[in-house]
């Protein structure tokens, strides 16, 4: 469990890069984990395109407009 502590202790004392460090890691992970999940229900295509309609940033305004966390949400997609 020392791992998960020294986690711990650096989202709560840590500067604000490692906790955006901490936060794209984990949002790394989940989306791994989601797309591992969505191979193995063969939906690989329709978790992709989950992710872009709803946490990319769109071009089109009127998109963006209805979607206004993805000017956040896509800082953390790889």
Do not use: C
Request: aromatic fraction near 20%.
């Amino acid at each position: 469990m020392a791992f998960f502590d020294d986690i711990k202790y650096q989202w709560q004392h840590g500067t604000a890069a490692m906790k955006l460090i901490i936060v794209n890691v984990a949002i790394y992970l989940a989306q791994s984990l989601g797309l591992l999940v969505a191979y193995g229900f063969h939906q690989k295509e329709a978790y992709l395109d989950f992710l872009v309609n709803w946490f990319w940033a769109n071009s089109n305004i009127s998109t963006l407009a209805t979607r206004p966390w993805t000017l956040v949400s896509y800082m953390f997609m790889h």
